[in-house]
């Protein structure tokens, strides 16, 4: 079952990587020589997502990680959310949500190791009837973000030994 999901993760991220990239449907790699262990830290300790994601002042989680568990974000423009995980494949993937009107934005975050390097990847994506705009409201900003805050995950597991 696990290699199952690992290669479903790949073939995932393989198909998402040469998919047209949109305001609303989006994605962001990076590469590091620090263990996915490391990138998986990161990831999944939400109160400090603060460090690396510039666009959040404070997260919250009020369940402990995994499928269900529900949290809460600050961002620095717009009102407090709720989100949700809603997928996890334990060292390898995870998705969580968060409603808009007429629509959700998932988030789905994917480790793979390519030739020895800890390949990570950061998917946003709009559903729902107002997906357009939503990715003209919000996406372009996030799009923009992306680079930076991929290299601030960067840093900060390859500060770590």
Do not use: C
Request: no cysteine; hydrophobic share 40%; charged share 20%.
């Amino acid at each position: 079952m696990t290699k199952f999901l690992l290669l479903l993760t790949t073939i995932l991220l393989a198909l998402n990587l040469s998919a047209q990239q949109t305001n609303f449907h989006f994605s962001h790699s990076d590469k590091t020589e620090a263990p996915p262990e490391e990138i998986w830290k990161i990831w999944t300790d939400v109160p400090n997502w603060k460090d690396w994601d510039t666009g959040l002042q404070s997260t919250e989680l009020q369940d402990p990680f995994g499928v269900g568990a529900k949290g809460k974000l600050i961002p620095n423009k717009g009102p407090k959310t709720k989100f949700m995980i809603t997928a996890v494949n334990p060292g390898v993937s995870y998705t969580f949500q968060t409603n808009v009107p007429f629509g959700k934005l998932l988030i789905h975050r994917y480790l793979q190791v390519q030739n020895g390097l800890t390949v990570f990847t950061h998917e946003v994506e709009f559903t729902g009837l107002l997906r357009k705009f939503w990715g003209r409201q919000l996406g372009e900003n996030y799009r923009t973000m992306l680079p930076s805050v991929l290299a601030n995950i960067k840093a900060i597991a390859e500060q770590n030994p």
